[in-house]
């Protein structure tokens, strides 16, 4: 399974930002597919996680209200919808995927991709 993140960039605060992760292999649908975030000299932090189906989310309590996670099953692609960006989001993000049901601990998932650069600055 590889994992390819992508859509990261300079966005102003107050702004808007979309992340797509696309993972090649078999059976998608079955992985349970999380955002991770490690803004500089910061520890891998959990920012959301996303059922198989696509039913049950979780998010961490800094980006809930302002964050989506969604993904597509018949393009074997994850998303993270970033509203309201703060300076605080800023941070490299990394998608991830686990075989079996996850914590918010970097120790469930599997396979990671190789990260992304969103900075939110002005």
């Known amino acids: 399974v590889q994992l390819q993140a992508s859509g990261g960039g300079l966005v102003q605060p107050g702004g808007s930002l979309r992340l797509s992760c696309a993972v090649s292999g078999r059976d998608f649908s079955r992985y349970f597919m999380g955002w991770f975030r490690q803004a500089p000299g910061k520890q891998r932090e959990f920012v959301s996680m996303?059922?198989?189906?696509?039913?049950?989310?979780d998010y961490a309590d800094s980006v809930v209200g302002r964050f989506t996670i969604s993904r597509d099953n018949e393009k074997s692609t994850l998303y993270l919808q970033m509203d309201s960006v703060k300076p605080t989001d800023t941070a490299v993000y990394y998608c991830?995927?686990?075989?079996?049901?996850?914590?918010?601990?970097?120790?469930?998932?599997?396979?990671w991709g190789q990260g992304t650069q969103v900075t939110v600055s002005s």
């Open positions: 996303i059922t198989g189906d696509g039913g049950g989310r």
């Open positions: 991830a995927a686990a075989t079996t049901p996850p914590w918010r601990r970097i120790e469930d998932y599997l396979y």
